[in-house]
Nanobody, 125 residues
Framework: QVQLVESGGGLVQAGGSLRLSCAASGRTFSLYAGGWFRQAPGKEREFVAA????????YYADSVKGRFIISRDNTKNAGYLQMNGLKPEDTAVYYC??????????????????WGQGTQVTVSS
């Protein structure tokens, strides 16, 4: 199995940027597809972005397409979410997730086996 720890959250003004990191330990990170999800108070956890094992395929929610970039560095056992043009509606706890999906990457939360503890992102207007 793999353990995941997110970092990089914080408070930022609207229009600003943050870069979230997801550090993986345990099994080889390149054996897992990765995803980022977020959950705002009173709302369900929603898909943000996902990336295949090798990083050659990426997927984005429409709400973040063109603003967020998902990436990974398997040599560092790490995944990243670069968030630009942040909006107040992006405020949420952000979670990274991993799944041993062989091709592509899941976009549904229930498909992921492993989760981090989350990191808070707050965007002020």
């Amino acid at each position: 199995q793999v353990q995941l720890v997110e970092s990089g959250g914080g408070l930022v003004q609207a229009g600003g940027s943050l870069r979230l990191s997801c550090a993986a330990s345990g099994r080889t990170f390149s054996l897992y597809a990765g995803g980022w999800f977020r959950q705002a108070p009173g709302k369900e956890r929603e898909f943000v972005a996902a990336i295949s094992r090798s990083g050659d395929m990426t997927y984005y929610a429409d709400s973040v397409k063109g603003r967020f970039i998902i990436s990974r560095d398997n040599t560092k056992n790490a995944g990243y979410l670069q968030m630009n043009g942040l909006k107040p509606e992006d405020t949420a706890v952000y979670y990274c997730a991993a799944d041993p999906k062989l091709y592509g990457a899941p976009t549904e939360a229930q498909e992921y086996l492993y989760w981090g503890q989350g990191t808070q992102v707050t965007v002020s207007s």
